[in-house]
């Protein structure tokens, strides 16, 4: 008779066997996304695995029921869900909000539910979770000297990788960036501070100014816990800076710089800075504001910002705004807060840090959406995990000392 185990393995004989649950499987295929997006892009090996991965979601909460306040939430949001499927007229084109959403708030409040099973299974899965760094950095690496993963574009040749482009690269590599820092946090591997490089020649030379950004508030992080000790980061961090600068100089990057100084081209500073977002985010919030009341509290359907202009918002807020109405983005605001706090909520986090996860998420969710670039959606609750063991032992080492 075989005998269950509290820490994951069962009895079977004389000797105990690890028992592999729905959530491990769950979290595995997780992490293997960055992988599969870099190399098919948007496949249907992609799609398939989406289905996989909300299928499991589903069946972890057999093994572990939902919260009641989870619960309760989800169920608020499938009414509501319910409502705005029935006044959008097929055929639906904006699959990000039929799809990606509903997983968005699912995701967001299971990890908020089970982040310490979470936690527990990082820090048993470092071959694993090496396994996909390396592989990851070592096909992307090989890429960076292949003329044929680079695209060539009227204001110069970017780096793309295997993908179409750098907005399905940039996620996919922000999700590497992330895994390193557990390696970082959770194996104390000081080496995988290196797997920032790639990633960080990723956004360089394919030139996403939002990308960079936020791998460069990534990057950060890893190396503040790369040195351990805040007076060697500040130390240490004018010099690193002047590197980053040289070859931010030299990137494709630079290009689009000069692009968005240069008054000749078309629009005005705005328009160029948000690559033409500022003038139909304008025009969507009118179209938005004059609808009536109830469509403004729950939502004018999946397909409003294609049908008002001939795409999506290319922001987080906005796009739910106009499609789930007001009481949608209460709770795309609400999963965001939970997340944050359900994590970071006992843990004192320095203010540096706060801010740059903070922005890590807000940049995102402004100028590329934050739910709909599913490898930077998945990654993100990771990140937190990471802040958390890391100033989780920082504050216990100085209890120690005291």
Known sequence: MQKLRSDGYERVGSTCV????????????ICIFPIVT???????????????????HVCSYIERPMKRTTFILLLFFLCHYIYVFAITDPPYENL????????????????????????????????????????????VGIS?????????????????????????????????QILGILCQ????????????????????AGASRTYLLIGLCIFFISWYIFCGKKKLFWITIVPLGVILGSFFIMSAIMDRIEYLLDENHYGDFWFRFTSGRSEFWVELLDAWINTPIYKKLFGNGFDFSNDTIGIWAHNDFLEILVSFGI????????????????????????????CCS???????????????????????????????RAFSEAETILRELK
């Open 38 to 56: 870099t190399l098919f892009n948007i496949s249907l090996l992609n799609q398939i695995l989406f289905a996989a991965l909300v299928f499991l």
């Open 358 to 388: 903070f922005m890590i998420w807000f940049f995102n969710a402004t100028f590329n959406m934050h739910f709909t670039y599913f490898c930077a959606m998945l990654s993100f609750p990771f990140l937190l995990l990471a802040l958390r």
């Open 327 to 354: 009481l949608g983005l209460i709770l795309y605001c609400h999963a965001i807060g939970r997340l944050f706090h359900s994590i970071l909520h006992d843990v004192k986090l320095p203010r540096l840090f706060m």
């Open 18 to 29: 690890r028992r592999i649950s729905v959530q491990d499987l769950y979290l595995s295929l």
């Open 185 to 204: 946090v959770f194996y104390r591997k000081k080496y995988a501070v290196l797997y920032q490089v790639i990633p960080l020649y990723c956004f360089l």
């Open 96 to 139: 990000n909000l039929l799809f990606y959403f509903p997983y968005f708030l699912m995701y967001s409040y299971f990890v908020c539910d089970h982040y310490e099973r979470i936690v527990d299974w990082i820090s048993k899965r470092y071959a694993y979770i090496s396994f996909v760094l390396l592989l990851w950095t070592v096909l």
């Open 144 to 176: 960076v000297f292949l003329p044929s993963c680079y695209v060539t574009k009227k204001d110069g040749i970017f780096f793309v990788s295997y993908c179409d482009s750098i907005f399905r690269l940039g996620p996919c590599a922000i999700f590497v």
